[in-house]
């Protein structure tokens, strides 16, 4: 089946500085990927849809400004966060699904623990 | 909106028995995906089985079937002789049926956590 990578599986980083979280489809071409964040023992909480080509759709309450997407070709989106706070501290994954046939599953990366001290 | 809400945060169930897992969801589309993923400590998001709401049967993966109620809009995950490497948390997940992004993004329900003792 297709395979979602996502890079990096964990990260530590000081607070006020970025960290950019990558999301590749390995072999399909995957117009539209979703970044999801996850909480200890919570849901999957959608983040925003990235679009290639375009500007990415952010759902209600995200910081479009904090969480910058970028989805610059086919098989890459990447997530960055700004200015990294503590509270950013979750786990993200992101997902896509090979278009256009409409009964294909969606695929999930491996997710990024990220950790901000 | 859509919903999906599973009333179950955690359920177990003793090896090689069997056990159910709730999921509603609310939905005004006549045609859409329904998913059960399973997230075991990896975290990594495995997809175990999936419904098309036009289809009347019932999907079934080997160990793992659903019980579809479109009416009731219910979507119940049964695990049968149930293994260690089952534990996991379980997540209900919709998707409607348009290929736009609407349709493209999964919903999903707070998860079931689910112990399996030996």
Known sequence: GAVVSQHPSWVICKSGTSVKIEC?????????MFWYRQFPKQSLMLMATSNE???ATYEQGVEKDKFLINHASLTLSTLTVTSAHPE??????????DPPDRDTEAFFGQGTRLTVV | AQTVTQSQPEMSVQ????????CT????????????????PSRQMIL????????QQNATENRFSVNFQKAAKSFSLKISDSQLG???MYFCAYRGSTNNNAGN???FGGGTRLMVKP
């Open chain 1, 24 to 32: 590749r489809s390995l072999d399909f071409q995957a117009t539209t």
């Open chain 1, 53 to 55: 080509g375009s500007k």
């Open chain 1, 88 to 97: 950013d501290s979750s786990f993200y994954i992101c997902s896509a699904r």
């Open chain 2, 15 to 22: 090896e090689a028995e069997t056990v159910t897992l709730s």
């Open chain 2, 25 to 40: 969801y609310d939905t005004s589309e006549s045609d859409y995906y329904l998913f059960w993923y399973k997230q075991p």
């Open chain 2, 48 to 55: 175990v089985i999936r419904q098309e709401a036009y289809k």
């Open chain 2, 86 to 88: 089952d534990a996991a």
């Open chain 2, 105 to 107: 993004m999964l919903t």
